[in-house]
């Protein structure tokens, strides 16, 4: 399931590609130790079943290197090396995770981690367990990898062990960091960083972190953050040549350097330094050119971004069309996705318009493709998730019972969740194949897309957090609750379950909105009648909490023609707006027309906490709060603003009020059906 595709690249570099020279003289040198072997004994025949590892590890003969790890796991058991036992059992599990042997792998994890506890070894002990947390991140299973990657960070924290911390540091910013969470994959990036600078050992696992910071940095547009990190990347790389092996001509074409020209020329591009970008890209080109596999396709990328910048289009199309081809929908849909909106914008650019929309549209088809499938995974993930929580509780009765209320409230919310998700990418992709909002559309639909995923997820995580510890509690019979204490759980559960059925609700009423584009002005409304009947349904909420207020200037025989169901809409939504943000003193409804008559205007003014200043032109924005402690989507007032759009008129905020909040709706003085 990872949806960035650089991210995906730089894992395989970092499993397939590293001292591919030496796979030259591989034979010979295999030929050359095993001829020495029957005169070895002791460390010297480790050693040299060692070295065969290592050699076709790096020469990619899986053959080889399975049957070497037997050898030097049998004779370290047969010799009682402890240590050399604990480098056969990780390389093992390395050898399962580079050929995609998860069975075995997960089969195999708990054993090793068991021998290596015993051992106290803790660096290997912390490497194969952040190796199970990146394999559950490759396999689609990023929810899986957090809560696996939690435990991670807290045995390391107990033991006081920096290296642990900074390993589950980095699992968790690579988990977060698939599933779009930027923010928080900064924050475990920088502690990872922080961690293992304390630790000698663990140092050189930092040149696995740099490339996966300077990615999300760049995704987040921080390049400023992300070429200060790029100078602590090439310090560590000049003060340990010798250790990498990259001493003379040698280094300045290796991967680990080709690592950095393109992370470094991204930040430079990114900041407008194209000239020096491009002279650091032209060395991974140098580096990369004659290397026809993956790890070409950040240099050729990078050097489509980069003339595309320049305006030189015909060289960007050129680096585009040399790495385009050798990617498959079947075999990398996020490369090819990639490679083709590239492609597009392109062409786009350079005038050639019917081409870009062509490839737009494929890029919007592939796209929709890609989230519907990402949307069934991660429902996928939580059903089997919480399936696993089901079986281990199941020995209690009581709380099994409760656990399939929580599994049933949650995996509903979720298909919900899903089909919302799905149906917003749907409407997005249908909006307009028009070549002019073409561009638009692709990026829309991707702000889209991570907004509504971090914005459900944050309010439906208090809710259900509630929910599942009330459950655990309630169904613990250790726990000896009062018949009171009982009842008061139970309630606060059925609280926080309507709390999430409204959540939904409003996704539903909103996307039913988001839907309609025209609503018929059948209904004659008497305006006085109508705004009393407003305040009357909002104070049997209000229960005398606030004072609620109708002010009326129009005559009371004034009517307008309009659609009652969606003006409804509308001013409920914003004395409930005005209700939920004032504490205490007034909500006050209030109708007066235009002074040329031809518009009735109603207001609702409260005297709560107000909108700042600087906040007030993103009011009508989606998801948009100013207050992101109060509960609730940020969708009420967007639709509001929509569906006043719809009926002729307008919904916009009073500047000029200050003791609180004022909003004007706008409506076509008609009052005949036309």
Not at 590 to 619: F, W, Y
Request: net charge negative; glycine share 6%.
């Amino acid at each position: 399931m990872i949806k960035n595709h650089l991210l995906a690249i730089l894992y395989l570099f970092l499993f397939l590609f590293p001292m591919k020279s030496k796979a030259q003289s591989y034979q010979q040198q295999i030929d050359s130790i095993r001829h020495e072997i029957p005169k070895q004994e002791g460390k010297d025949l480790l050693e040299a079943y060692y070295k065969i590892y290592n050699i076709s590890y790096y020469a990619g003969d899986v053959k080889q290197e399975r049957n070497s790890i037997s050898q030097l796991l049998e004779e370290a058991e047969r010799q009682g090396d402890v240590k050399m036992q604990g480098t056969a059992r990780v390389a093992l599990l390395y050898y399962y995770y580079n050929a995609d042997m998860k069975d075995s792998l997960m089969s195999e994890f708990s054993k090793q981690q068991e021998f290596l506890l015993k051992q106290k070894d803790w660096k290997y002990y912390y490497d194969i367990w952040v190796l199970i947390v990146n394999h559950h991140i490759f396999t689609g299973h990023s929810n899986t990898a957090l809560r696996e990657v939690k435990r991670m960070y807290e045995d390391a924290q107990k033991r006081e062990n920096n290296y642990g911390v900074g390993l589950a540091s980095y699992g968790m910013g690579n988990a977060y960091m698939d599933i779009g969470l930027h923010e928080e994959a900064i924050a475990a990036y920088e502690r990872c960083i922080k961690a293992l600078n304390q630790v000698e050992k663990g140092s050189s696992t930092l040149l696995d972190v740099y490339p996966y910071y300077c990615s999300v940095l760049s995704e987040v547009k921080n390049y400023k953050r992300m070429l200060e990190i790029t100078d602590q990347w090439r310090a560590y790389l000049d003060s340990h040549k010798k250790e990498l092996g990259l001493e003379g001509e040698k280094g300045a074409n290796s991967t680990y350097y080709t690592y950095y020209f393109n992370s470094r020329a991204t930040a430079l591009m990114g900041l407008g330094k194209l000239d020096e970008a491009e002279v650091l890209l032209m060395k991974a080109y140098e580096a990369t050119k004659d290397i026809k596999d993956n790890s070409q396709l950040t240099v050729y990328y990078n050097m489509g971004q980069l003339y595309m910048k320049k305006g030189d289009y015909e060289k960007a199309l050129n680096f585009n069309n040399q790495i385009i081809g050798r990617y498959t929908i079947q075999e990398d849909p996020s490369g090819v996705l990639m490679l083709k909106k590239q492609r597009a914008e392109i062409l786009f650019q350079s005038h050639r318009y019917e081409e870009a929309s062509y490839l737009y549209k494929q890029v919007y088809a592939l796209a929709d493709s890609l989230n519907v499938n990402s949307v069934k995974n991660q429902l996928n993930e939580f059903n089997t998730l919480f399936k696993v929580d089901e079986l281990e509780k199941e020995q209690r009765e009581e709380h099994t019972r409760y656990v399939y209320i929580v599994l049933a409230i949650i995996i509903v919310a979720l298909v919900l969740i899903g089909i919302l998700g799905l149906y917003f990418m749907n409407r997005l992709r249908q909006k307009n194949n028009e070549l002019a909002l073409a561009l638009d559309h692709a990026h829309e639909s991707d702000r889209m897309k991570t907004a509504f995923v971090q914005h459900i997820s944050h309010e439906i995580r208090t809710p259900l957090n509630v929910i599942t510890g009330f459950a655990q509690v309630i169904g613990n019979p250790s726990f000896k609750l009062s018949t009171e204490e009982r009842a008061n759980i139970v309630d606060s559960i059925e609280t926080n379950t309507r709390e999430i059925t409204n959540f939904v609700n409003e996704l539903l009423e909103f996307s039913e909105n988001e839907g309609q584009n025209h609503y018929e002005k059948k209904d004659a409304i008497h305006v006085n009648g109508f705004c009393q009947d407003i305040i009357h349904r909002a104070e049997q909420v209000n229960n005398g909490r606030l004072e609620l207020l109708y002010e009326s200037l129009v005559d009371d025989s004034q009517t307008i023609i309009s659609n009652v169901d969606a003006l409804q809409r509308i001013l409920r939504q914003l004395v409930n707006n005005g209700m939920k943000f004032t504490e205490k003193g007034s909500v006050k409804l209030r109708a007066q027309l235009s002074e040329d008559l031809s518009m009735l205007n109603i207001s609702v003014t409260d005297t709560g906490i107000g909108i700042p200043k600087d906040q007030r032109e993103r009011v009508f924005e989606k998801f948009y709060k100013v207050d992101s402690f109060k509960r609730g989507l940020g969708l009420g007032l967007p639709m509001a603003h929509r569906i006043a759009r719809i009926l002729g008129g307008d919904l916009r905020l009073d500047d000029a009020y200050t003791e609180g909040t004022r909003f004007i709706l706008s409506l076509p003085n008609h009052n005949k059906i036309s």
